[in-house]
């Protein structure tokens, strides 16, 4: 079984709002992945209840999380302080991070290339080749978008997180 942590943003958020949204990806990973049925998904909206502070709802989750063979990132990710601390522990870690959720526009595309430097360096190398292949400058920067767009909805994403011991 593949244990998957769902990392996203919660705080400043209403709880309703966050909790479905954690919902819903969690229900789309299971739905959408030829790998489903070797997929658990593990929720924050599940495990901490709504009433925990911060400090104490990210103890749990980070806990929680490095038990985990792989990190998925939810939308907004990048403008949350638990995500990006997260992220970094897994990072630090070796955990794998999957992003199943592209970024919802420009403003959040240039803030994820600050917060996700290796996604900027796939853009670029990606613009790279189409221009080395003489594409015209603005397509060749759609392209790319539209690239790295289909990196983040790769399915394929979950074959790089291990497969937990005695499952």
Same mark, same amino acid.
């Given at each position: 079984m593949k244990h998957i942590y769902l990392c996203g943003p919660v705080s400043g958020r209403d709880g309703q709002e966050a909790a479905g949204h954690f919902y819903k990806v969690? $229900? =789309?990973?299971?739905? =959408?992945?030829?790998?489903?049925?070797?997929? /658990?998904?593990?929720?924050?909206?599940?495990? /901490?209840?709504?009433?925990?502070?911060?400090?104490?709802?990210? $103890?749990? /989750? &980070?806990?929680?999380? &490095?038990?985990c063979g792989g990190i998925a990132l939810l939308q907004g990710w990048q403008r949350s302080r638990g995500a990006a601390i997260e992220l970094k522990l897994a990072q630090d870690l070796h955990i794998p991070v999957v992003y199943v959720e592209p970024p919802l526009d420009f403003i959040s595309l240039s803030e994820l290339f600050t917060?996700?430097?290796?996604?900027?360096?796939?853009?670029?190398a990606r613009l790279s080749q189409f221009q080395r292949e003489g594409v015209e400058e603005l397509l060749a920067e759609d392209r790319a978008i539209a690239e790295l767009a289909n990196r983040y909805l790769d399915p394929h994403g979950f074959e790089y997180i291990e497969i937990s011991e005695g499952e």
């Open positions: 969690e $229900k =789309s990973i299971r739905r =959408s992945n030829d790998l489903s049925s070797m997929i /658990c998904t593990s929720n924050p909206m599940r495990f /901490c209840p709504p009433d925990l502070d911060w400090q104490q709802a990210m $103890k749990i /989750c &980070v806990g929680e999380m &490095v038990r917060a996700a430097p290796e996604t900027l360096r796939y853009y670029n």
